[in-house]
């Protein structure tokens, strides 16, 4: 095998300001990553509680303590809503209807709480059912707003 030499000349200045770039490209990315990941999430619920429309007088085709509810107004449907924090890269997902929670986790509900309304979850279980890592999960959304950022400082 013959020898060879390779000689590498940096610029490190460029090279300081282009590390310095990314952590800010890291941040900015980060957080909007944070804001697709929550509209991901909130896309999945909506389509959850789109299965079972019927009109009021309909019963819910889904059976109880399976869910999720029916749609019927599509008020708790409309209702998901994506909050931004304070905390930078946090975003809150959750329903804003009333009787939200009712329809997650169950309860007596009604006048003198004489009704009992069984659990048809809908949050909880679609976001257990989430894919992490696969092709198109929620993990592939931050890598790529990740490698966004890395391909912005870098690039010359």
């Known amino acids: ?17 282009a590390i310095t770039d990314w952590g800010k490209q890291s941040r900015l990315e980060g957080h909007l990553a944070s804001l697709d990941a929550a509209e991901f999430i909130k896309e999945l619920v909506q389509a959850k509680l789109a299965l079972f429309p019927h009109p009021r007088s309909e019963p819910t085709e889904t059976a109880p303590f399976v869910g999720p509810p029916g749609l019927i107004t599509s008020h708790l449907h409309d209702s998901v809503t994506i909050e931004r924090t304070a905390l930078v890269d946090f975003v809150k997902v959750y329903p804003t209807a009333v009787y939200s929670r009712i329809q997650e986790i169950g309860g007596w509900a009604g006048t003198d709480r004489m009704t009992f309304i069984p659990p048809r979850p809908y949050f909880l279980n679609t976001v257990k059912e989430l894919d992490t890592s696969g092709p198109g999960g929620i993990e592939h959304i931050y890598y790529d707003h990740w490698r966004t950022a890395m391909i912005r400082a870098v690039a010359f």
């Open 1 to 17: 095998m013959s020898g060879f030499e390779v000689n590498i000349s940096m610029d490190i200045e460029r090279f300081e300001a």
